[in-house]
């Protein structure tokens, strides 16, 4: 079956220091994979996608996510994390129209 | 969430009376989708529509109906509301695969 994981509930990381949101998946054919975040109250929104082509994409807010064709995996990334950061963070491919059950960012300051 | 609004934003009502979710888009999008969110599950399709009068199941489409009559509008309905469809339910428009979503109804069923 067709399938996005992310791993870890929760990720927590202090104001400053790098962090790493992971999402694998599993999906026949080309994975188009995308990445949400939710902040509280709020509905979805986008913040990048990989269809084709370079590995790793930018996205909004300086996040970006590496594709690991490999590893089955598309984490999302950031050099340095902001207490603005803090939310839920959903990986996805919409194009099968599935949803992994979300990641918990909390930054600390 | 621009372009997309849903309408109640919050509602509270008794197990097996019925209750409809309205989402509204002025972006001309041609395809819809109806999901809920629950702790531990992520987001979960439930039905989507591909045009007026055009639309399928989703994953979790068991006890939900819906309508499109018209581009603008898709409407959801709990025929008889139950305790497990307590949630929170986004509409979201698509396009290239992307979704843009709305800012969420909260049901609860007592």
């Known amino acids: 079956a067709q399938s996005v994981a992310q791993p870890e509930d929760q990720v927590n990381v202090a104001e400053g220091n790098p962090l790493t949101v992971k999402c694998t998946y599993s999906?026949?054919?080309?994975?188009?994979l995308f990445w949400y975040v939710q902040y509280p109250n709020r509905g979805l929104q986008f913040l990048l996608k990989y269809i084709t082509g370079d590995n790793l994409v930018k996205g909004s807010y300086g996040f970006e996510a590496e594709f690991n064709k490999s590893q089955t995996s598309f984490h999302l990334k950031k050099p340095s994390a902001l207490v603005s950061d803090s939310a839920l963070y959903f990986c996805s491919n919409t194009d099968k129209l599935i949803f992994g059950t979300g990641t918990r960012l909390q930054v600390f300051p | 969430d621009a372009g997309i609004t849903q309408s109640p934003r919050h509602k509270v009502t008794e197990t097996g009376t019925p209750v409809t979710l309205r989402c509204h888009q002025t972006e001309n999008h041609r395809y819809m989708y109806w999901y809920r969110q629950d702790p531990g599950h992520g987001l979960r399709l439930i039905h989507y529509s591909y045009g007026v009068k055009d639309t399928d199941k989703g994953e979790v489409s068991d006890g939900y109906s819906v309508s499109r009559s018209k581009t603008e509008d898709f409407l959801l309905t709990l025929e008889s509301a139950t305790s497990s469809q307590t949630s929170v339910y986004f509409c979201a428009l698509g396009s290239s695969g992307e979704q843009y979503f709305g800012p969420g109804t909260r049901l609860t069923v007592t």
């Open positions: 999906v026949s054919g080309n994975p188009y």
